[in-house]
């Protein structure tokens, strides 16, 4: 069944936002958003985790190491193992269901733009971490599932991702902590920002970084968006302090996960 | 990108950067001779070419007029990037092979854009219902290291040469309207302001030192590199438009901070050299009533 043409969402016609708080209620913007995280949450894969990040919600669950199937064009002939990491996200995540006019001629099932970038900024994300040359030519398929996007979704996604990697026995050098920031028109930062708290201010930066907190490694350091180079430095920082304070957090999630099946059934 | 090294060359030429020598005798934030020329392709609305030492991209820039997309709240153009490696570039982009590198120079490409400053995209709304989008569409000809940069000189270079022709939209009795070109399209034409569009700089990590500009062999040696957007004016100073880490490798977080710092230097020496080139080539081209023949662009 075809969609009509050009159909609007009910949204673009009201000006009222959703009934659930929003982050700018909070009064310290340097306080990230409530955040839950549990490993060990679907049966049938070998590792999975679920995240929640104030409203942004995914799941992600691990498979492997397996016998490639993904066809690579590195020479490297596969010395090394790789991560397959697909993401989706579901229709009713995002505020409106679109379809972009990127993705119009695509065909159903194929990853959308969004999902594919995504998709390798795990990747990139990830592959610093896991210990990649213990499984040489093999890979780890990682499928990510985006159940709320209310921003911050790759960061919700590397944390998610490396807890499942760790719950399924992955070998892996560290977990993978991130966050986001918005570095709003005065130079004001807000840390983990949801999109709700965004609408209404004029971001001149997002910025989101990745690390490996035991070893105090950057995996992943993103920014897009226009602000000075000073601007940059202090919001990276202010980032990778932020990615620390989960790192409790996540730690106790995995060791509940290993009680939880090492408890006789 | 078919570069093997044996242990006993990546080792000479990591410890050679670290020493602050390279391999082909340049400093750390020294780029190889690049040569860009506009003007080359006529069927596009304005291209360029970009030849980095042996790394040879060609750029279009085609335009449509299009819809709005009436959800968004200000009306501005589209531009999109496409990135094209063709096999004649390396035999490892035959195929399916260069999907990667073009994934990524393209998305790169297009977030570095994607911000108010770089292009002012509301100059392209033609009338409330419609704008221009323009295609910048790279191909890559040869890959001789550090194609993330070529491509970025390119499109910069071929945004500056682009012309757009003025057009007035008539609302017309059927829901199509018309759109009216004046005779002369070519001289009613107007061209964009590239002054903020940013230029990419990949800083790499070879040992603990940092390179700008890194050809295929110190590539080979690289475990984690930055691309970082620089856009620069005399007037608003350096802006930072894009930072993205790639690469296995994981980098200290004192690194990161001293490849932006270092990215934000060579791009905005970049940014100035190719603002002072354009500028020279919008002033020779003096009479346009002149028919240039191409002399053959691969020969030279």
């Known amino acids: 069944m075809r969609l009509p043409a050009s159909s609007l969402p009910l949204s673009h016609f009201t000006q009222s936002s959703s009934g659930l708080p929003s982050h700018s209620d909070r009064q310290n913007t340097a306080n990230m958003r409530p955040f839950f995280i549990r490993a060990n949450v679907l049966e049938s894969a070998k590792g999975s985790a679920y995240i929640e990040m104030g409203n942004t919600k995914l799941v992600c669950s691990v498979d492997g190491p397996k016998e490639i199937t993904v066809s690579s064009d590195s020479g490297d002939a596969y010395s090394e193992g790789i991560l397959n990491v697909r993401v989706k996200f579901a229709v009713f995540s995002h505020q409106e269901r679109t379809v972009s006019d990127a993705d119009a001629h695509r065909r159903i099932g194929d990853p959308t733009e969004l999902e594919t970038k995504l998709a390798a900024n795990i990747q990139d994300g990830l592959s610093p971490a896991v210990c990649l040359d213990r499984i040489p030519r093999a890979q780890i398929d990682i499928n990510c599932t985006i159940l709320e996007d209310q921003g911050g979704v790759l960061s919700a996604a590397l944390i998610c991702a490396s807890s499942a990697l760790a719950d399924a026995g992955i070998d892996m050098y560290d977990l993978v902590l991130s966050s986001s920031l918005a570095v709003v028109d005065n130079d004001q930062m807000i840390v983990d920002p949801s999109t709700t708290c965004l609408a209404d201010k004029p971001i001149s930066g997002s910025v989101t970084v990745a690390l490996m907190p035991s070893l105090n490694q950057v995996v992943t350091c993103e920014q897009s968006g226009a602000c000075s180079p000073e601007t940059l430095r202090k919001a990276i920082r202010l980032a990778t302090e932020c990615c620390v304070k989960l790192h409790p957090l996540v730690q106790k999630a995995l060791v509940t996960s290993v009680r939880l099946r090492s408890r006789p059934k | 990108m078919e570069v093997h090294l044996s242990d006993a060359e990546r080792v000479f030429i990591v410890h050679g950067v670290q020493e602050g020598i390279r391999n082909d005798g340049r400093g750390a934030s020294d780029y190889r001779p690049i040569r860009v020329e506009t003007g080359v392709l006529s069927t596009t609305l304005g291209s360029a070419r970009v030849r980095l030492a042996s790394t040879d991209v060609l750029v279009g820039v085609k335009a449509e007029i299009d819809e709005i997309d009436c959800k968004q709240t200000e009306k501005k153009g589209r531009i999109r990037f496409f990135v094209d490696c063709s096999a004649n570039a390396t035999p490892l982009f035959a195929g399916k092979g260069g999907e990667e590198m073009a994934e990524f120079v393209s998305t790169a490409l297009t977030d570095a854009y994607s911000n108010s400053k770089a292009l002012d995209l509301s100059k392209l709304v033609v009338s409330t219902t419609k704008a221009w989008t323009i295609f910048v569409d790279v191909v890559v000809l040869e890959c001789g290291g550090n194609l ?143 028919l240039v023949s191409a002399a053959g662009f691969l020969s030279s």
């Open chain 2, 148 to 290: 993330t940069d070529a491509a970025a000189l390119g499109a910069k270079a071929a945004l500056a040469d682009a012309r757009l022709a003025n057009v007035r939209i008539k609302a017309s009795d059927s829901e199509k309207s018309e759109i009216e070109l004046t005779d002369d399209a070519y001289f009613d034409s107007w061209q964009l302001d590239v002054i903020m569009a940013p230029l990419l700089v990949t800083v790499n990590k070879i040992g603990w030192s940092n390179v700008v500009d890194a050809s295929l062999q110190e590539e080979v040696c690289t475990k984690s590199a930055l691309v970082v957007g620089v856009a620069s004016s005399p007037a608003k100073g350096d802006l930072v438009t894009l930072v993205r880490q790639t690469g296995r490798g994981s980098l200290e977080p004192d690194s990161v901070d001293e490849m932006i710092a270092l990215g934000v230097r060579a791009g905005n020496s970049l940014n100035r050299e190719l603002d002072r080139i354009l500028a020279d080539i919008g002033r020779t081209q003096t009479n346009r009533n002149e």
